[in-house]
């Protein structure tokens, strides 16, 4: 491997601390009551209709039983539920109640506004390049995931 090009690995972990930095520090965000594991569950609701808590676990990333006490006051403000598995009674699953997407649907509005006004001071080449890249990016993690 070339000395002067950084590991797949190292740029990846840099732009997860970048992205989740963007994210967290985004002013709607701030000044939530919520925990980031809580605003990680949330995100990660928007793109799965359900998750168990082993997977949940995964994608915030932290142990199980720290999923299950992020997803407990979350629960109890109703913006998740918890439901079990018609094929496995034993499986506990969470999905996003309406109230949950509703809320995390209007936060994600506002960072988003938050990040076009910042990349408004970007060329037009540089907006267009950031976008491909995101998507590049992100197809690319997916096939990588499976």
Do not use: W
């Amino acid at each position: 491997m070339d000395l002067l090009k950084k590991p797949p690995f190292f740029i990846l972990t840099e732009i997860f601390s970048v992205c989740q930095k963007m994210v967290m520090n985004a002013s709607d965000l701030k000044g939530l009551d919520l925990t980031k594991n809580q605003i990680s569950i949330l995100l990660a609701l928007m793109h799965h209709p359900y998750l168990s808590m082993s997977r949940l676990a995964d994608y915030i990333p932290s142990s199980k039983e720290q999923a299950t006490r992020a997803v407990a006051p979350l629960v109890k403000e109703h913006y998740v539920e918890r439901f079990q598995d018609e094929n496995n009674r034993k499986l506990v699953l969470i999905r996003l109640t309406e109230k949950g997407r509703s809320f995390i649907c209007e936060k994600i509005s506002c960072v988003d506004h938050q990040l076009c006004e910042k990349a408004a001071a970007l060329s037009d080449e540089d907006k267009k390049r950031f976008q491909e890249s995101l998507n590049t990016t992100l197809e690319i993690l997916k096939k990588l995931d499976q």
